[in-house]
């Protein structure tokens, strides 16, 4: 199975663009590459998902190389309610036995 | 339109007692899985359920077990609780098991408390 490796926190401060790297270097050929959100006491919140390139929502953007090696989610413009913690998945989603392997996540704190 | 439910909200029980936590998924929503998050870590799977049949299962013991009910809503149940069992337990519905893309929607959880 795809490991992920993403840094444990992050600082940022309001109205800056925020870059999220996650290291996956066995990706596997069929494999999808999915970011969470999730606040204190809540459950986690899709936020993006890609296979290879860019793909851009209405609330991030996923950056993904050509050796899939790596993904990079891109926050523009953070505000406070975006403090919470990044979870970056990799796997087909469901040829895993259908689990979300969930690595620690990334703390994102945005100050004032 | 409603999202994931889960019920209770929180939950104190002791060492030892039995715990039954319960999970609507979204409407028309044929997939249910579980899983347990302690403090500070990620979510870790438990059991995933489809068409009513458990399609996987997570590295917890035997005393987790879980079931889907016709109208596709959920119960896990956790026997001989432990302190270690105290978690947040989650709960997330799709529309299919095998779909690469399919979206996970995730519930509020169920903080338990073992005491």
């Not at chain 1, 979870?87 to 703390?107: A, D, S, W």
């Not at chain 2, 319960?22 to 489809?50: A, D, E, M, N, T």
């Not at chain 2, 270690?84 to 903080?111: E, H, I, K, M």
Request: hydrophobic letters at 30%; aromatic letters at 12%.
């Amino acid at each position: 199975l795809a490991k992920t490796t993403q840094p444990i926190s992050m600082d940022s401060y309001e109205g800056q663009e925020v870059n999220i790297t996650c290291s996956h270097n066995n990706i596997a050929t069929n494999d999808y590459i999915t970011w969470y959100q999730q606040f204190p006491s809540q459950g986690p919140r899709f936020i993006i998902q890609g296979y290879k390139t860019k793909v851009t929502n209405e609330v991030a953007s996923l950056f993904i190389p050509a050796d899939r090696k790596s993904s990079t989610l891109s926050l523009p413009r953070v505000s406070l309610s975006d403090t919470a913690v990044y979870y970056c998945l990799v796997g087909g989603v469901y040829n895993q036995g259908g689990k979300l392997i969930f690595g620690q996540g990334t703390e994102l704190s945005v100050k004032p | 339109d409603a999202g994931v439910t889960q019920s209770p909200t929180h939950l104190i029980k002791t060492r030892g007692q039995h715990v039954t936590l319960r999970c609507s998924p979204i409407s028309g929503h044929k997939s249910v899985s579980w899983y347990q998050q302690v403090l500070g870590q990620g979510p870790q799977f438990i059991f995933q359920y489809y068409e009513k049949e458990e399609r996987g299962r997570g590295n917890f013991p035997d005393r987790f077990s879980a079931r889907q009910f016709p109208n596709y809503s959920s119960e896990l149940n956790v026997n001989a609780l432990l302190l270690g069992d105290s978690a947040l337990y989650l709960c997330a519905s799709g529309n299919s098991y095998d779909s690469y893309t399919d979206t996970q929607y995730f519930g509020p959880g169920t903080r338990l408390t073992v005491l």
